[in-house]
């Protein structure tokens, strides 16, 4: 247990499954109390909740729509309530859909953006807020940014939007000792990425980066534990593109 992280305090959106879940138990095992965010998936935010526990972690589940601000407040209070501060915000909760320009809906661009952009937006600015001094955001963003995929116009915008926030409020931040990056996964084996890709599609992708694989969620949650330390108190707006050479 690293003894700097121990007690503190961090919020994980998006963590009942895949890259979120990885995040939110390697943070409980470092010591950090979590709040579990979910929209949709109470069963699977709880099966975190006791896998932290019976590791002897401290962990809630804390249902709240991103997309809403309401519901990103309440979040923020919740947790609060239950471990009398914040220090640690992961902008975790995504959604993705890929398709063709000419088949988009507008009620699919607005959930992502609403989720993915404004929700990352408005939950930074409640850790302005709320988030205790020398606090540490960081925010998913994704390696697609860096390439010219047909079908992910609309998610590698949400990312983009993402990307900008990152950079353009690390000064304001900066004036309470808060650090504010950004992780930009490449390919990562999760439901959300293999779920509407054939074995073919997958296997191209993982020709894409030097190692010949898939990204593990561990592989991402690694680089969120440095972020979180205090070793990386000198590093912020940044983007890190976790990604095993991805290009």
């Known amino acids: 247990m690293n003894n700097q992280l121990a007690g503190k305090t961090a919020i994980v959106t998006g963590a009942s499954r895949g890259i979120g879940k990885q995040i939110a138990e390697q943070l409980a095992a470092l010591g950090i109390k979590v709040a579990v965010n979910y929209s949709s998936s109470p069963q699977h935010a709880e099966e975190v909740v006791r896998g932290i526990k019976d590791n002897g972690g401290e ?88 390439q010219m995929f047909p079908g992910y116009s609309v998610y590698a915008g949400t990312k983009g939007a993402v990307e900008q926030f990152t950079r353009q409020l690390a000064k304001e931040f900066g004036n309470k000792g808060i650090t504010i990056n950004a992780v930009a996964p490449g390919p990562v084996n999760t439901e959300l990425f293999t779920a509407d890709k054939s074995k073919e599609q997958i296997e191209g992708m993982k020709q894409m980066n030097a190692f010949k694989r898939l990204g593990e969620p561990e592989d991402i949650a690694n680089v969120i534990q440095f972020l979180v330390s205090e070793e990386s108190q000198w590093v912020t707006g940044q983007t890190l593109r976790v990604n095993g050479g991805f290009i």
């Open 59 to 146: 962990a809630i589940a804390v249902k709240a729509d991103v997309g809403k601000v309401e519901e990103i407040k309440q979040l923020f209070v919740e947790t609060k309530r239950a471990f009398e501060r914040i220090d640690f915000l992961v902008n975790n909760a995504g959604v993705m859909a890929t398709k063709p320009l000419s088949e988009f809906t507008e009620e699919e661009y607005d959930k992502h953006f609403n989720v993915n952009a404004k929700g990352t937006y408005f939950a930074c600015q409640q850790a302005l807020a709320e988030m205790e001094d020398r606090g540490r955001v960081i925010n998913i963003s994704t390696s697609v940014n860096g």
